[in-house]
T-cell receptor, first 112, second 112 residues
């Protein structure tokens, strides 16, 4: 069983479109995260959720919105996609708000 | 601002040699972690060292932490071709919940 799974793995879309990436963890963790990795491999945290409450929201455009229907899921919705949104997006989870992170395999988003 | 910075950015060695990667950070921390990322994959946690620890071992991995210098090193002994990957350090910035901050990583290439 995959601990943290995210779909889709690849996403190619046009500028201006709206898209979603789904994430699920079966580890029973309390906190889930979204990270963005740019073309230079730099990882930056975007959001984290703890018990369905947003506890971190870095300087991310409000076109990005996390949605957590339950503790095991944290989906990422992106509106009005821009070229600069092209990146690999990673979902992760942890038992507490710190400690070891378990990452998904990433979703590569390409905006044309 | 970026917390951890690894050096070197890239390292190429022969199988059987040791590989040392360094990480520097700027603020106080509760713990420091090292992660590995194989090409096209998610990050995998390797080891966590707490701020009151100076050295930690896990198999062929040895991590040191010097909080006075705000630096850490990851040593991989007797490297194998399968160790080829990018290695990232991550710190919690001394904060409470989440917000694990990653460096840009060291790309290690182990040649058979």
């Amino acid at each position: 069983d995959t601990a943290v799974s995210q779909t889709p793995k690849y996403l190619v879309t046009q500028m201006g479109n709206d898209k979603s990436i789904k994430c699920e963890q079966n580890l029973g963790h309390d906190t889930m995260y979204w990270y963005k990795q740019d073309s230079k491999k730099f990882l930056k945290i975007m959001f984290s959720y703890n018990n369905k409450e947003l506890i971190i929201n870095e300087t991310v455009p409000n076109r990005f919105s996390p949605k957590s229907p339950d503790k095991a899921h944290l989906n990422l919705h992106i509106n009005s996609l821009e070229l600069g949104d092209s990146a690999v997006y990673f979902c992760a989870s942890s038992r507490q708000g710190w400690g070891e992170l378990f990452f998904g395999e990433g979703s590569r988003l390409t905006v044309l | 601002s970026q917390q951890g910075e690894e050096d070197p950015q890239a390292l190429s060695i022969q199988e059987g040699e040791n590989a040392t990667m360094n990480c520097s950070y700027k603020t106080s921390i509760n713990n420091l972690q090292w992660y590995r990322q194989n090409s096209g994959r998610g990050l995998v946690h390797l080891i966590l060292i707490r701020s009151n620890e100076r050295e930690k071992h896990s198999g062929r991995l040895r991590v040191t932490l010097d909080t006075s210098k705000k630096s850490s090193s990851l040593l991989i002994t007797a490297s194998r071709a399968a160790d080829t990957a990018s290695y990232f350090c991550a710190t919690d910035g001394g904060g409470s919940q989440g917000n694990l901050i990653f460096g840009k990583g060291t790309k290690l290439s182990v040649k058979p």
